[in-house]
């Protein structure tokens, strides 16, 4: 994932939501690149939440 990721729609801001909750629920142990996919989506996310909402 692009270290520039940027939420654009409030469809898109769900779907990254769904997309990080979905990873975390997994039960196989996270790789390095999904838990650094995580944290990218987690502060994209939360800069939308401070422009947007």
Do not use: G
């Amino acid at each position: 994932m692009e270290k520039d990721f940027r939420i654009t729609s409030a469809k898109q801001y769900e779907d990254t939501m769904i997309a990080m909750f979905e990873l975390q629920e997994k039960e196989e142990p996270l790789t390095a690149k999904e838990l650094a996919d995580i944290e990218i989506m987690a502060k994209a996310a939360q800069r939308y939440e401070d422009e947007e909402l």
